[in-house]
């Protein structure tokens, strides 16, 4: 008894746990990707090498494991894995981390909390949620979701007194792009690209949710994802980069670092982690947890990068989390009516033995037309 109900409190937790190492991996991909902008790595350049190092490692498994339960490629779910490719690994990517290149890895991330609330909003556009006026959860939501781009906008316009940082250690480049990033101009510039990164990153957990229900294969997906975001990223970084070719030579350092960890935890485990959260919970449920990661980087870069905290931009970070937390109390009262893809062969031996019991039963009735009317009996 004991540990049956151990292993249903194991069941219960997974997503839970799951979207927690989520936003672990995504912490860690912020820090290290800010740590190898300050050394001069293009980020083009890293998005392609952290994708095609996700496509290397991800690929064996998808071939093995999801041998028996991917499904005949068709040119709708083709057309939908190319708009995920280009969605997260190309625009959202690209320009999330050149929005950070203009601010700070504590100030992108505590912008993605913004997330929900876009995702939201596209849900309820596409008829996926639905809003009662007079429902004191649809009233959360909208209330919430109004409160998070107040948030927002409080991060941006509002600096205020400097908090410090918990590091020691920093160096005059860093010194030079910090007082860069004190401009106004850079901000809002740095603002404008990250929440267009956090619209391309709500519009692919939505698509990625709609996919999965007819392809139910999460690492083949997740392969092809990084196969075509790689190639796609590839063409926009020669574009970029053009006439300097020495930002594709990579050394031992933090670069390398960064490209290894983010193929591997950012991108390969994260779509694949991402993908079965959502079979079973939902897109706003995996991007409801971006809080922790803003609260996960503001330690690490702050330590590891030396970088400033302002009272402004923390008073933005709570307001954020409190609109944040009242769109997902009111999602939370929401039944789950999301319909869940089903395997055609178990149905088709569903409805075989449905068929089965009703010509049983039909063999065991008899039917006699008599004067009085049409009696149906069953025999013993």
Known sequence: MENNQTQHWLERAKPFI???????????????????????????????????????????????????????????????????????????????????????????????????????????????EKIKIKSIRSQAKVVGTLVTVSGAMVMTLMKGASLGSLGTHVDNNHNQQHNSVTDIQHTIKGTIMIITGCFSWSCFVIIQSITLDTYPAELSLTSLICLLGSIEGAVVAMIMERGNSSVWFVKWDIKLVAIIYSGIVGSGLAYYVQGVAMQTKGPVFVTAFSPLCMIIVAIMSSIILAEQLFLGRVIGAIIIVLGLYLVVWGKSKDHNTRPIAKDPILVDKQNAEEGNARMEHCNDEVITIGSSGVRITTQD
């Open 18 to 128: 799951a979207v927690i190492f989520l936003q672990l991996g995504f912490a860690g991909v912020d820090v290290l990707f800010k740590a190898a902008m300050n050394k001069g790595m293009s980020n083009y350049v890293l998005v392609v090498y952290r994708h095609t190092i996700a496509f290397i490692v991800i690929t064996p498994f998808a071939f093995i494991l999801d041998k028996k339960v991917r499904p005949k490629m068709t040119m709708s779910i083709f057309m939908k894995i190319v708009a995920l490719s280009l969605l997260e690994p190309v625009i959202d990517q690209n320009l999330y981390f050149l929005g950070m290149k203009y601010t700070t890895a504590t100030f992108a991330v505590a912008m993605t909390n913004i997330i929900p609330a876009i995702t939201f909003f596209m849900a309820y556009i596409l008829r996926i």
